[in-house]
T-cell receptor
Framework: QKEVEQNSGPLSVPEGAIASLNCTYSDRGSQSFFWYRQYSGKSPELIMS????GDKEDGRFTAQLNKASQYVSLLIRDSQPSDSATYLC????????????FGTGTRLQVTL | DVKVTQSSRYLVKRTGEKVFLECVQD?????MFWYRQDPGLGLRLIYFSYDVKMKEKGDIPEGYSVSREKKERFSLILESASTNQTSMYLC???????????FGPGTRLTVL
């Protein structure tokens, strides 16, 4: 079983819609969760980090964490074509200090 | 802003060559990481370092070594490059703990 799982997509949403990206993780003791965005040929850039159960909002982005269900999601409101990218979910599992475990990413396509 | 730089964006080497990939960060970060990224496999950790002259193996260290003589610089060495080491190599750094990892621009290495 993969430690961090994401649907590879592509997830296609029309411009202006809400994109919902999902991630599950296997280590129940994980405490730190990150969403990165990666454009084709570029390196990952951080969108959001979340550490506590519930929602965390930053502009058009909302991260949601449910530790009981071992589930973290990213919502993108008012999706724009510039949001088209691969979104990587990353987790710091128990006892691994600052080592991240990444999912393989979900490719998002925002259509006009 | 954190700045992580890598010595080359693109590199072409021949099988059997010794290859050096350099990474420099300017934020006095304690921890530095080397990943490789391949389609369908996501980001995989090769080596990381928590301090100067300190290194630990990641998930796929075979065929690689590292050097960290100064805090700001972390080098990845391919002792004898092989075609299966053709990949995107990404360096990252973090202050420590659950802090965010910041990525360099990446080096796309092709081994012929």
């Amino acid at each position: 079983q993969k430690e961090v799982e994401q649907n590879s997509g592509p997830l296609s949403v029309p411009e202006g819609a809400i994109a919902s990206l999902n991630c599950t993780y296997s280590d129940r003791g994980s405490q730190s969760f990150f969403w990165y965005r990666q454009y084709s040929g570029k390196s990952p850039e951080l969108i959001m980090s979340i550490y506590s159960n519930g929602d965390k909002e930053d502009g058009r982005f909302t991260a949601q964490l449910n530790k009981a269900s071992q589930y973290v999601s990213l919502l993108i409101r008012d999706s724009q074509p510039s949001d088209s990218a691969t979104y990587l979910c990353a987790v710091i599992p128990t006892g691994t200090a600052s080592k991240l475990t990444f999912g393989t990413g979900t490719r998002l396509q925002v259509t006009l | 802003d954190v700045k992580v730089t890598q010595s080359s964006r693109y590199l072409v080497k021949r099988t059997g060559e010794k290859v050096f990939l350099e990474c420099v960060q300017d934020m006095d970060h304690e921890n530095m990481f080397w990943y490789r990224q391949d389609p369908g496999l996501g980001l995989r950790l090769i080596y990381f370092s928590y301090d100067v002259k300190m290194k630990e193996k990641g998930d796929i260290p075979e065929g690689y070594s590292v050097s960290r003589e100064k805090k700001e610089r972390f080098s990845l060495i391919l002792e004898s490059a092989s075609t299966n080491q053709t990949s995107m190599y990404l360096c990252a750094s973090t202050l420590g703990g659950a802090d965010t990892q910041y990525f360099g621009p990446g080096t796309r290495l092709t081994v012929l």
